[in-house]
C-alpha cells in the first residue's frame, strides 16, 4: 500500500474546518508519591492508570472501559518508548496496568505485543522478558518492515544500514549510486500487519530533532526506516503529522498515555538526569495533539527556569498536526483526576 502525501495533503485540508474539535479533553492524574528517587510506587501507579482509564472512557469498570476500547477480536500492541533506559523508559507498571486491564477485558496476555524500534534498555528498565507474559518485540533491520507500506515524500533521505532498501553492495560500487537515497519510508510490521489497535505510551520528553518526542512522534519515527529526514529538517517536521494521519497509525491508536512520573525538558529521548523532573504525572486523552501541546506548555516552563532555548520552534508538527484535524494544540481543558 503505497501512500502519496501531496494527495492527501489536498484531500485532508478540504476537511480541515471539518474535522478538528472545538474542544479536546486531556485527562491528568498526579501523585506525589507514585515516584521517589527515581523509584514508582506500583500500587499507585496502577491506581492512576485505571483512573484514568475510566475517565477517558466515562465507564464505571474496567473491563467495560477496556472493553471500550478495544473488541475481542483485535490484536493488541502497546507502542512504549524504550530510548531512556534505566531511568527513563515507559515504566513498567504502568504497561504492567494496562495489560492487566486488556488481560481483564478478555484479551490473553500472551497475544499482546508491546514494542519500540529498539529494545536495548528494557531490562535495566525492569522489563523481564521471559517473565512478563506478553510479548515484548523490537523491529527487526531491514526485515522488521513492510515493503507494501510506503510512505512516500518528495525529501530524500539517505539510507543506512537497517533500512529496508538499504544495498549492502553499495561499497562496493565504483561510484556513487542513487540507491544511496530514497523518497520512500516503510512502515513496521508490527504496526502495518501484526496489530489491529494500539495503546500509545511516550514518555514526557522534549527531542533535539524535533521538540517533543511525545503521543506523535512515538508512534511515527520509530515505526519507519528512512526516518532521519523528518527529523533533519524544518518541512520534515510536518510531514511527521502526515504520517501519523495516515490510516495505518491514527485508525489504530485508540488511547494515549503520557508516561510523565519522570519527565526530562533537555537531552531527550535519551536520559539526561540533569534535566529530570519527578513529575509524578500520567496524562490520557484519545487526542494525541492536545497531550503534546500541553506538552510542550510544561517543557516550555522548566526550560525558562534554566535558562534553556525553546522548543517550540522546532515542535511544528504539533501544530501540524493540529491544522490536519488529528487534534486541537489550542482549545484544550484539563480535568484532574485524583485519587
Not at 175 to 188: K, V, Y
Not at 288 to 299: F, H, K, S
Not at 307 to 328: E, K, M, R
Request: overall charge neutral; some cysteine.
Amino acid at each position: 500500500m503505497r501512500i502519496p502525501i501531496l494527495a492527501c495533503f489536498l484531500a485532508c485540508a478540504s476537511l480541515r474546518a471539518q474535522t478538528i474539535p472545538n474542544q479536546s479533553i486531556v485527562y491528568s492524574s498526579h501523585d506525589a508519591g507514585a515516584i521517589t528517587q527515581y523509584q514508582p510506587n506500583s500500587g499507585r501507579v496502577r491506581a492512576m492508570v485505571n483512573r484514568l482509564v475510566l475517565a477517558v472512557t466515562g465507564e464505571h469498570d474496567l473491563v467495560h472501559a477496556w472493553g471500550s476500547l478495544v473488541s475481542p477480536n483485535d490484536k493488541i500492541g502497546i507502542k512504549i518508548s524504550a530510548a531512556g533506559g534505566e531511568l527513563f523508559t515507559t515504566h513498567r507498571d504502568i504497561v504492567n496496568a494496562i495489560v492487566d486491564g486488556l488481560v481483564a477485558a478478555g484479551h490473553s496476555r500472551n497475544s499482546i505485543i508491546v514494542w519500540d524500534r529498539s529494545l536495548g534498555g528494557i531490562s535495566a528498565a525492569g522489563y523481564r522478558p521471559d517473565q512478563e507474559g506478553y510479548q515484548m518485540k523490537s523491529i527487526a533491520p531491514r526485515d522488521g518492515y513492510d515493503p507494501k507500506a510506503v510512505f512516500t515524500v518528495p525529501l530524500s533521505g539517505n539510507l543506512i544500514w537497517g533500512d529496508l532498501e538499504f544495498r549492502t553492495d553499495r561499497g562496493k560500487l565504483p561510484f556513487p549510486s542513487e540507491d544511496s537515497t530514497s523518497d520512500d519510508s516503510h512502515f513496521a510490521r508490527i504496526l502495518s500487519s501484526e496489530v489491529t489497535k494500539v495503546i500509545n505510551v511516550p514518555v514526557m520528553s522534549d527531542s533535539g530533532s524535533c521538540g517533543i518526542a511525545g503521543c506523535i512522534y512515538n508512534m511515527t519515527i520509530p515505526n519507519i526506516d528512512n526516518s532521519r529526514r523528518f527529523t533533519q529538517s524544518r518541512w520534515g517536521h510536518s510531514a511527521i503529522a502526515e504520517i501519523y494521519k495516515m490510516p495505518i497509525v491514527r485508525s489504530k491508536v485508540v488511547l494515549n498515555i503520557m508516561d510523565g512520573l519522570v519527565a526530562q525538558y533537555a537531552g531527550g529521548p535519551q536520559p539526561q538526569p540533569n534535566y529530570a523532573v519527578h513529575h509524578a504525572t500520567i496524562l490520557a486523552s484519545k487526542d494525541p495533539v492536545a497531550i503534546d501541546a500541553l506538552a510542550v506548555r510544561q517543557i516550555e516552563e522548566w526550560r525558562a527556569r534554566a535558562w534553556l532555548a525553546p522548543i517550540t520552534p522546532l515542535a511544528q508538527h504539533v501544530q501540524a498536526a493540529g491544522q490536519l484535524g488529528i487534534g486541537n494544540a489550542e482549545v484544550i481543558e484539563v480535568r484532574n483526576i485524583g485519587p
